[in-house]
């Protein structure tokens, strides 16, 4: 069974084509990275445009990779929540019209039930395991038992963590996206140059993180926690930074482990790709982790296809009403992802 899938979430206009929820037979991805450059972060309304512009292009180009006309099409599937609204819109509003005009099935998708497909899509991987979604709105982990059903068992209180490195890269000036950039300045740097503390979260939060303190602490008070005679360069920043944020995450992840007793660890999300993340997840030879391949760690059609492929396979199906939503009630600490994140 081949779908075509489109997401349209964020900055990239993107579109695939999976057979069977398993084989890329093509993967488009048109970033709009330069448009937003110039505003050091995504601007809501040029990403809509743009996505308007660009999304028949990307489609066909889609299909034309795959070495496919759409009647060898049998679904598509297109991301419709969580993002901007205007951006879903988009992406959403064309994979319907598209569906309908040619008589297939059509799959709406969680865009981060995508994020955890992803290193489904190049590896073989059985579940339960625990899940790490970490993007610039999400910073989850979850207890993951099915392609759909996720128990978030912490998430973060304030900022996400891809958040936190946009913001610092911004107020730095590092340019934008700001993780991929920090990533890259930190390989020259010393994460010692600066010990940023570490969040303390009282009450009922083993599993949660919080980064507007190290936001913070990295923006407005990087005096009170510099090591005295370290230069302070860009590179020096990115590394401390990058190396607390990182710790927070993995704090919380080995309790999970711990207390779960699940020693397969999933990532997906855009700070997926972030190095430093992976090397130290690595180095926990006890944990069996699985992270995508960089080109699926950010956001991408295959993923999205390759969750519309399972949920076609059970034979749901998406009305024409569906819409985007902005934010999902789903991935809230305490609530099952399957209950909430199918099909409203
Ligand atoms: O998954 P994604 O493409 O979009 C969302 O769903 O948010 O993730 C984008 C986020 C941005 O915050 C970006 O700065 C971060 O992922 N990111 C990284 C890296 N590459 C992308 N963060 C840290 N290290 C990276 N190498
Ligand atoms: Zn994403």
Redesign the pocket.
């Known amino acids: 069974m081949k779908v075509l899938g489109i997401e349209s979430?964020?900055d990239?206009t993107a579109a695939s084509v999976v057979e069977d929820g398993h084989k890329i037979l093509s993967n488009v991805i048109a970033t709009q990275i330069p448009f937003h450059q110039i505003y050091k972060g995504v601007v809501p309304e040029i990403a809509s445009r743009k996505h308007v512009e660009w999304i028949l292009p990307v489609v066909k180009q889609a299909l034309k990779e795959a070495n496919l006309t759409i009647d060898d099409i049998d679904a598509v599937a297109a991301a419709n929540r969580p993002?901007l609204m205007g951006a879903l819109l988009v992406g959403l509003t064309f994979g319907k019209t598209l569906a309908w005009a040619t008589n297939k099935p059509f799959i709406a998708v969680n865009?981060?039930l995508g994020?955890m497909y992803a290193a489904h899509l190049a590896n073989t991987i059985s579940y339960p395991y625990l899940g790490l979604l970490?993007?610039?709105?999400?910073s989850i982990i979850a207890k993951v038992t099915g392609f759909d059903e996720l128990e978030v068992l912490g998430t973060t209180i304030d900022d996400?963590?891809?958040?936190a490195?946009?913001k610092v890269?911004k107020y730095y000036e590092f340019g934008y996206?700001?993780?991929?950039i920090?990533?890259k300045l930190a390989k020259e740097g010393d994460s010692n140059a600066a010990h940023f503390p570490m969040p303390q979260i009282k009450g009922d939060h083993r599993y949660d993180v919080s980064y507007s303190g190290l936001k913070t602490a990295a923006i407005n008070q990087i005096d009170q926690f510099w090591t005295q005679g370290c230069e302070r360069t860009p590179e020096n920043i990115a590394a401390s930074f990058?190396e607390t944020a990182v710790n927070i995450l993995l704090k919380r992840l080995f309790l999970a482990v711990k207390d779960t007793g699940l020693t397969t660890v999933v990532a997906g999300?855009?700070?997926a790709?972030?190095?430093?993340?992976r090397a130290k997840l690595a180095a926990r030879t006890d944990i069996n982790c699985i992270f995508p391949p960089l080109k699926l760690?950010?956001?991408n059609g295959a993923m999205i296809a390759g969750v519309g492929y399972h949920f076609l396979k059970r034979g749901d199906r998406s009305g024409w009403d569906t819409t985007a939503k902005a934010r999902v009630e789903g991935f809230r600490k305490g609530v099952s992802a399957s209950q909430k994140a199918k099909f409203q």
Do not use: K, R, W, Y
Not at 134 to 138: F, K, L, M, R, T
Not at 177 to 180: A, E, W
Not at 273 to 277: D, E, F, I, Q, Y
């Open positions: 979430s964020c990239e993002g865009h981060m994020h970490v993007s610039g709105g999400h996400a963590v891809g958040e490195f946009d890269a996206p700001g993780g991929v920090i990533d990058q999300g855009g700070v790709a972030n190095s430093c993340l760690c950010t956001d």
